[in-house]
């Protein structure tokens, strides 16, 4: 069994920047590939970014240049550095880590951009 927890998301107003936390616990596989999906009110959940046990990554055009995620497979960790924020990028954002064909998923942290 894998255990998420997000934390560090908040109000930041535009322009500004977050940085998204989720530890891990359980067994995290060697091949494995964790991210960030968001969800705003009234829309679908959405791929933000992911991230291989091998470091490559993978963006949304939407966060592409702004947002920059990375891994620490020893601490069991992934970040996401948010950085030049917009209103439009206000929503949950989820951790997840896919492995072993199961997607595992966090209770989420409320990011809100302020204009």
């Known amino acids: 069994q894998v255990h998420l927890v997000e934390s560090g998301g908040g109000l930041v107003q535009a322009g500004g920047s977050l940085r998204l936390s989720c530890a891990a616990s359980g067994s995290i596989l060697r091949l494995s590939v964790m991210g960030w999906h968001r969800q705003a009110p009234g829309n679908q959940r959405e791929l933000v970014a992911s991230i291989t046990s091998g470091g490559s990554t993978n963006y949304a055009d939407s966060v592409k240049g702004r947002f920059t995620i990375s891994r620490d497979n020893a601490k069991k960790t992934v970040y996401l550095q948010m950085n030049s924020l917009k209103p439009e990028d206000t929503a949950d954002y989820y951790c997840?880590?896919?492995?072993?064909?199961?997607?595992?998923w966090g209770k989420g942290t409320l990011v809100t951009v302020s204009s």
């Open positions: 997840n880590i896919y492995q072993n064909g199961i997607n595992y």
